[in-house]
């Protein structure tokens, strides 16, 4: 019924911290590690990382709002959201947000730090490559 709530609500938080965090990292500069020989990699800046759970969750999201769309659980007027009008069905909505929808969010979060991990392994082993990393 509204389950896309909860993720959607993640995305607009990670957003912002995307959007603060890639601020400061501007004034910053990007980290680069230069060899002896005039190799030169880049580390990936956490907002761009960031950016990665963002577009999972707003896809997630936007996607499971069409479904909900489709099958008219949620219209053009208000309140929005068919399960909104009638308190039982509000109950079994907030019911269904903490557990579908909080378990969507979890799982998407938690294949997000599974895709740092394997970046942050990719990029040592990319350093290690580096003869005389700086």
Not at 34 to 42: K, Q
Not at 54 to 77: D, T
Request: charged share 20%; proline share 4%; glycine share 6%.
């Amino acid at each position: 019924m509204a389950c896309f709530l909860v993720p959607m609500t993640e995305a607009i938080v990670t957003t912002i911290a995307q959007k603060v965090i890639e601020s400061k990292e501007k004034k910053t500069g990007m980290k680069t590690v230069t060899s002896a020989d005039g190799f030169t990699m880049e580390k990936t800046p956490f907002s761009k990382k960031l950016g990665w759970l963002n577009k999972m969750l707003w896809g997630g999201s936007a996607l499971l709002a069409f479904e909900h769309v489709w099958h008219g659980e949620v219209v053009p007027y208000f309140p929005f959201l068919t399960a909104a009008s009638d308190p039982a069905d509000a109950a079994e909505m907030l019911h269904e947000m903490g557990t579908a929808g909080v378990a969507m969010a979890a799982i998407v979060t938690v294949v997000w730090i599974g895709m740092l991990l394997v970046s942050k392994s990719l990029e040592k082993r990319a350093l290690k490559a580096i003869p005389e990393a700086k």
